[in-house]
């Protein structure tokens, strides 16, 4: 199997609020940098997007270590959420719906023919692929959110 890195990000401008996502891509000397915008999301469904856009990206079954700064994401997978929510009728341990669910179940589905480590990493630090991921996103946010009005700003 080929050994891709992953590196991800989202953000949110208000949250919820118009938002990007940022994805690295590298395997050996090749680098594939990705982002994209949404007007009306959440921080979280940004983060969770960032990687299935990366997953998108892969043609063929791959080793893939993922690198994010969210805690939300790392912890389904390194803290097994996602398995007691499965396990749960994806249900939270509140017994509500799990939030994103219609992401993390694409996100399952992309992921199974992988072989996937999720790793944390300290956002907004000494992570030069993390913050490129941040800028990105970001980036986005800059160019395509609509400015809000005076009115909106105090809603």
Not at 80 to 89: A, F, L, Q, T, V
Request: glycine letters at 8%.
């Amino acid at each position: 199997m080929k050994e891709v890195t992953m590196y991800t990000d989202g953000a949110c401008s208000g949250n919820p609020g118009p938002g990007g996502w940022g994805t690295i891509l590298i395997y050996g000397e090749h680098r594939k940098e990705m982002s994209g915008f949404m007007p009306d999301t959440t921080n979280n469904r940004m983060e969770v997007f960032a990687v299935i856009q990366g997953f998108l990206s892969l043609k063929r079954p791959c080793k893939v270590a993922v690198y994010s700064d969210s805690a939300y994401f790392v912890n389904a997978f390194n803290q097994h959420w996602i398995d007691n929510w499965k396990r749960n009728g994806w249900k939270n341990a509140a017994k509500k719906p799990v939030e994103n669910q219609d992401l993390w179940k694409w996100l399952l589905t992309l992921m199974q023919d992988h072989d996937v480590s999720i790793h944390k990493v300290k956002g907004h630090a000494d992570n030069p692929n993390n913050n490129r991921c941040d800028e990105l996103a970001t980036d986005q946010i800059k160019r395509y959110a609509k400015p809000r009005t005076s009115s909106e700003a105090r809603e």
